[in-house]
Structure formats: C-alpha cells, structure tokens
C-alpha cells in the first residue's frame, strides 16, 4: 500500500483539534464550569460527570454499529458522519457551557441534559473519525504519524485553552460571558476543521463486507481477544489520566498557588507534543508499540508519585512532577490509536469481515468509562477535602484531596493499566504475520465475486492461530 501523503496525514490531525474544541473544553474546564459559575455543588458535579460519561459510553457502543450499518458510495463509510454531524456537535457544546440561574435543581436538570446530548453527538462524529485511521492505511509506522498528527491537533488545542483561557478562570471574572463567546468561535473554527478532514482524508483498506451485520459485528468482538485486553488496559489508564486532567488546574490554583503556570504548562506540553510525534514512528519500529506503552507509562506513573509527595511550598518540584506525567501521557496517546487499529486486523483475520466502527466504539467505550470514573473520583476527593468554590482559602484537607485526586490517583490506575499490557499479545511482530494472511485471503478470493454482506469469509488458519510475540508459528494462541 503506498505511503499516505502529507494532506492527508495534516487533515487527519485537523479532525482531532475540531474534536477537542468540544471535548477538551470539557474536560478541562466543564468541573469548574459547574461548581464556580453554575452554583452545582462538587458532589452533585461529579456524580453529573459519572452518570453522563457513563451514558455517552454507551451512547459510542450505539454509534459504533450505525456505522458499521452505514456505507455510502460517493463519501465511503466515515466521512458523513464527520460532515454532517460536525455543527450540531459544536451548538451543543455552547448549551452545556451556558447553564440558566434557575436554581441549583434545574440548573442540574438542566446540565444532565446538554451534556448527555453533547456526549452522543460527540459519539456519532468521533466513532467514524476514530475508525477512519484504520480505514487509511495497515502500515504500522503510517499509523503511528496518523496516532502523531492526531495528538498534535488536539494538544495543539489543548494548550491553546491552557495559554489562553486558563489564566481567566480566577475569583472575579465574567466566567459565564467568557465560555460563551469562545464556544461561539469554536462553533466557526471547528466546522472549517472538520470539513476540511472530509475532503482530504480517505479510505483506502479494501473492505469485502461494506455493511456488517448484528451478528458479524458480536462475533468480531467475542474472538478478539487483544482488544478485550486493550480495553481494559485504557479503562485504567483514562481513569487515571482525568483525575489529574480534571483538577489539573486545581493543583496550580489553590495547591502550589500559582495559576500563572498553567499557560507554561500548556506551551510545554505543545512543544513535548511535537518532539514526540517527530520520532514516534520512527521509535515504534525499533521497540515496538507495546513497549512504547509500557515504558511511556511507567514514566506517568513516576509523575504521579511526585505530584502526590510534594509539599505545597515546592512550586518548581510539583510542577515538574505534572510535567513528567504529561510526557507519559502524550506518549500514550500516540500510540494507542495505533493499537486499536491493529486489533481491527486481527477480528479480520479472526472472523474475515472488517468491523472498526463497532472494534472502535468498544474501545472508546472503556475509554469514557475510564474518563467517567476518573473526573468522579477527582471531583469526590474535592468534595471529600472539603473543597470551597469562589476563590475562598483551601484547608489543608481540601489540598491533601486536590494532590490525591492529582498524584495518588493517577500513579495507582496507571500501574493497573501496565500490569494488564504486559499480558498484551498482539505485537508487531505478529501483527505482521496476521496482515499477510489476510492479504493472501484477499487474493485467493479476488475473483470469488463480492461478499454475502451476511456470511463472513474464511476465519483464521489454523498455523497463523498460533503466533505468539515473536511472530512464529508456536506457542500459546492469542
């Protein structure tokens, strides 16, 4: 398969960015939003975040198989949902983001319901986005700068919301006026975003099953042992990951007193972000995707450990222990998307028929599950310390609850996450082994005629069954 061109890898991290003008936006200032401008309290906030994550989980599981159903001829399998689903989304995330003062009950009425219609809005875009990388090319270091360009656009926004709107969130300020124009702006920037990925990146991985049914789609899932593991992998890593997400600022504002840093924090994260994805495919080559998870890990969970240590007087030592997790983190987030979307290869090799809306909507949804535990058990250590919102002196207690939500947290899923990956199978290596096999299926049928769009084709052989990390035909079954 040819290499994809530089467009295409470009307008594929530009999906990512319009994603995270909606999603990051609520993860990072969505907690705040509630508990200093709504007046909901941080117990009710969180128990908000659980419930509505946990629903907009489900809601990817629900996505996943519309696209899996769906298949146009003229935009392919991904690309309408990018396209027609992209405005909505963005109105959507300026009504969860303006929250009437119409008393803490239909303030919170009314913040479960935006949000849940925001979370399945999200779904039905970023399923088939998600989906798409797998879809564009099975090169493993192609992926890997997909999994770079795909970072780059969403930190590239992310920090732009530390650099610029972070500094604003202080006791004082218009919070409600500020959310409001910039989700209005979001609404113009992230359209343009979005179409702009429609147009430049495509499908090219031969599919025999355009439109895959209920029972293709449970099977792909029931046999593919990898992405289970994947799965659960992520559940403990996001989980981690938006506890320090979601009380990031806390930490800076009201633990090491100095809000002024997190705009540096967010252009070092941008710049880490760009010297990882200039040598990340190049590093996947050499030690595979899954030690790069591991060991990208394992350097979270060193940050973690500071973060929950240091005294509140060591400015310098607990921001850099934010800084350590961040490069773990960044790294992760690489090559994840290109884990998951060799776990795609292998329901193929294992059932013949290619799922990814429904390999990726499972994947995503240990994902919000993780992030819908993670940003509840943030916000329960908040409430747990005592936390008290407008601008108001923090006890030691509500500290200790901000550094446990920051540190503890993280440095504990993150190790879950690891001891799970090292059980993890599906290795280049054998990853390789599994996209010949398929290719050699392809031709073999090449002149069969199309496929029965409700019968699969062959499953696996019975040598190829057997292939283990090093990639030969020996040993336990994956």
């Known amino acids: 398969m040819k290499k994809l061109n530089k467009l295409s890898i470009v307008g594929y991290g530009a999906g990512d960015a319009a994603n995270n003008l909606a999603f990051t936006t609520a993860t990072m200032f969505l907690l705040v939003y509630y508990t200093d401008v709504a007046g909901i309290s941080a117990a009710a906030a969180g128990t908000l975040l659980l419930v509505v994550r946990l629903f907009d989980a489900f809601a990817d599981v629900f996505a996943g198989r519309i696209v899996d159903r769906t298949y146009s001829k003229r935009f392919g399998k991904f690309r309408p949902f990018i396209m027609f689903g992209s405005i909505p989304l963005l109105l959507l995330s300026v009504a969860v983001f303006s929250v009437p003062q119409i008393g803490e009950s239909g303030a919170l009425l009314y913040a479960y319901v935006t949000y849940a219609a925001l979370g399945l809005a999200y779904s039905l875009v970023n399923i088939p986005y998600g989906s798409l990388a797998g879809a564009m090319t099975q090169d493993p270091g192609e ?270 899923m993150v190790i879950l996450a690891v001891l799970v990956m090292s059980k993890y199978k599906l290795t280049d290596a054998t990853h390789a082994e599994i996209l010949k096999e398929i290719q050699a299926r392809r031709t073999k049928t090449a002149y069969a005629g199309p496929a029965d769009e409700n019968h699969a084709t062959p499953t696996a052989s019975a040598d190829v069954s057997t292939l283990v990390d090093a990639g030969k035909p020996s040993g336990q079954k994956l």
């Open 143 to 412: 992926r890997a700068k997909l999994g770079s360009a795909r970072l780059v656009g969403a930190l590239t926004v992310s920090s732009a919301l530390g650099i610029f709107v972070a500094p604003l969130i202080k006791p004082g300020a218009d919070l409600q006026q500020t959310f409001t124009t910039i989700t209005l702006v979001f609404v113009v920037i992230g359209t343009a975003l979005y179409f702009f990925t429609a147009l430049t990146a495509k499908e090219r991985v031969h599919r025999s099953v355009p439109k895959v049914s209920l029972k293709q789609s449970m099977e792909t899932l029931k046999t593919n042992k990898p992405l289970m593991m994947l799965c659960l992998s992520s559940f403990f890593f996001l989980t981690g990951y938006l506890a320090l997400t979601s009380v990031q600022l806390y930490y800076l504002r009201d633990v090491l007193g100095r809000l002024d840093l997190y705009p540096v924090l967010s252009i070092v994260q941008l710049a880490l972000t760009f010297v990882l994805a200039a040598f990340m495919s190049r590093l996947v080559r050499t030690i595979g995707k899954k030690n790069v998870y591991i060991y990208s890990s394992m350097i979270t969970i060193a940050g973690g450990v500071i973060i929950f240590f240091t005294p509140a007087s060591r400015v310098w030592i607990g921001f850099s222990g934010l800084v350590i997790s961040l490069v773990g983190v960044l790294a992760v987030n690489i090559v994840v998307w290109a884990l998951e979307a060799d776990t795609v290869e292998y329901g193929e090799w294992k059932t013949g028929v290619r799922t990814e809306g429904i390999t990726y909507a499972l994947f995503s949804f240990t994902r919000k599950s993780g992030q819908a535990v993670g940003g509840a058990l943030a916000a329960y250590a908040l409430a747990l310390g005592g936390y008290k919102s407008g601008g108001a002196a923090q006890t030691p207690d509500a500290i200790f609850g901000i550094q446990v939500a920051a540190g503890a947290l993280p440095a504990v």
